[in-house]
C-alpha cells in the first residue's frame, strides 16, 4: 500500500527546502527516515495493522470501474456533482479509518 504526500507550490514551500522524508511501510510496519539513520520504532500491534488494511482494502479508489456497467450520465453538471459527492465520501472514510487506526495505537 503506498501513500504519497505532496507539496503545495502555493504555499512556498518547494521540495529542495524538504528536511527529512519519512517512509511508513503500514504493510510490514516499519518506519524510514532520511536523516536518523539508527532509529528505532516499535512495531505496530498486529491487530491494530490488520484492523486498518482490512479498512482500506474495502474502500472503493477507482468509483469510474465500479460504476461502468451502468448507463452514462449526459449531464455534465449532474456527473460532476456526482464525482465531487463520491470524492467527499472517500475523504470522510479515509478521515474516519485514520482516526480509528490513531486512536488504537493510543
Known sequence: MCFSCQYNTHSGCS?????ELVL???DN????TTQHKGLETPHLPTAVVEE???????LRANTEL??????SNTNLAAA????RSQRQQMN????????????NLL
Do not use: C, M, W, Y
Open 15 to 19: 521540495p529542495l527546502q524538504v528536511e
Open 52 to 58: 486498518f488494511l482490512n479498512s482500506t482494502q474495502q
Open 66 to 71: 465500479a460504476s461502468a456497467h451502468l448507463a
Open 92 to 103: 470522510r472514510q479515509l478521515r474516519q479509518i485514520f482516526l480509528q487506526l490513531i486512536g
Open 29 to 32: 510496519g516499519t518506519v524510514l
Open 24 to 26: 511508513v511501510d503500514v
Open 80 to 83: 460532476r456533482e456526482k464525482k
